[in-house]
């Protein structure tokens, strides 16, 4: 059975990616984003899932119900191949955390950032260096949400007593914190 699970969630933008890298780097595991999961079931055409991001609770959190299934699966068949692996994304809360803490040793953290703006967005790029070149609307669109989804994320972690971290001050004392959650 799995020594441990780590899952790193949040909002867009927040850091998942620098942070997942990080601490896969450092404990010598493997990890994946729940991008190229949620890539393979576009692929597969498996029906129901969001069609665009937007940052209301109801939508977050309906999404993260209709992805749960996939992510529980995805666990279970690592129980064979790797002792501790790390899975990081936007498509789970603290409630699907604490569902798969019931069936697995994990542990979890959450980003968010709560005050972004355009100079933070382009800041750290992360495993998503795309962000940078992406037209304006867009770009505007996704500084504009991460406050409202990272809020929901902060409220999330405390109903299921799971760390959250706000990465929208000093990056990098803010990435250490995270690491150590």
């Not at 890298?21 to 450092?26: C, H, I, L, M, P």
């Not at 309906?62 to 529980?72: D, G, I, N, R, T």
Request: charged share 25%; glycine share 10%.
């Amino acid at each position: 059975c799995f020594k441990m699970i780590y899952l790193v969630g949040g909002a867009p933008r927040s850091g998942k990616s620098i942070l997942g890298q990080r601490v896969a780097a450092n404990l010598k595991i493997g990890w994946t984003s729940t991008d190229l999961l949620k890539d393979l079931l576009r692929v597969q055409d498996v029906e129901g899932g969001p069609a665009v991001w937007e940052a209301d609770p109801q939508t977050i959190a309906a999404s993260a119900e209709w992805f749960y299934p996939f992510l529980e699966r995805y666990v279970s068949g690592l129980n064979p191949i790797a002792d501790h692996y790390l899975i990081g994304g936007v498509d789970f809360l603290p409630r699907q955390a604490s569902l798969l803490a019931e069936k697995f040793p994990l542990r979890s953290v959450f980003l968010g950032c709560l005050e972004m703006d355009f100079a933070l967005f382009d800041r750290y790029p992360g495993r998503s260096r795309g962000y940078a070149g992406l037209p304006e609307s867009t770009r505007r669109l996704l500084v504009g949400m991460s406050p409202e989804w990272s809020a929901f994320m902060r409220s999330e972690a405390g109903k299921y007593k799971t760390a959250f971290v706000d990465m929208g001050g000093d990056f990098n004392k803010s990435l250490v914190k995270a690491e150590f959650c």
